[in-house]
């Protein structure tokens, strides 16, 4: 993809990471120092978890956002939609939801596993840390329910 008009068009958070990294690229051909933020921004904010382009080596391509476009066509979600299933991810039902709005009255139990699944395929699977799916990623302070029950 390549970026005409700044400003002109929603994009993903995979075409925001393509664009920079092409961009710090070209400060390296020409020996020229770049905007002091642009290695914070990829490193802070793309490649860092929860992000799915945190994952090494990372998954997504440009060929994979078109295929992932052309297997959820059939579904018709709207463009923001699309961006937010390729910025999030989503592993299961259960996260898609938070991203398709009316999804239950809109897809089939059946469509909505379907779409789980062509992600996954597409994009990979996101392997998410051991200690979230436990439960144990509690911040400083917070309360496990399973604790409050035994005091």
């Given at each position: 993809?390549?970026?005409?008009?700044?400003?002109?068009a929603v994009l993903s958070n995979y075409e925001v990471y393509?664009?920079?990294?092409?961009?710090?690229?070209?400060?390296?051909?020409?020996?020229?120092r770049g905007p002091p933020n642009l290695?914070?921004?990829?490193?802070?904010y793309l490649r860092t978890e929860p992000s799915p382009l945190s994952q090494e080596p990372l998954t997504y391509t440009p060929d994979c956002v078109v295929q992932l476009?052309?297997?959820?066509?059939p579904y018709e979600?709207?463009?923001?939609e699309l961006v937010m299933?390729?910025?999030?991810?989503?592993?299961s039902v259960a996260a898609l939801n938070t991203i398709i709005e009316d999804m239950p009255e809109r897809f089939s139990d059946g469509q909505q596993e379907k779409m789980v699944n062509i992600v996954a395929e597409v994009l990979g699977q996101f392997e998410v840390a051991e200690a979230e799916?436990?439960?144990e990623a509690l911040e400083d302070g917070d309360v496990d329910m399973n604790d409050t029950a035994a005091s």
């Open positions: 993809m390549k970026i005409v008009e700044a400003q002109s393509q664009y920079l990294s092409d961009q710090r690229s070209r400060y390296k051909q020409t020996k020229r290695e914070n921004v990829v490193r802070e476009l052309v297997k959820l066509r979600l709207s463009k923001g299933i390729l910025n999030v991810r989503p592993a799916e436990n439960g």
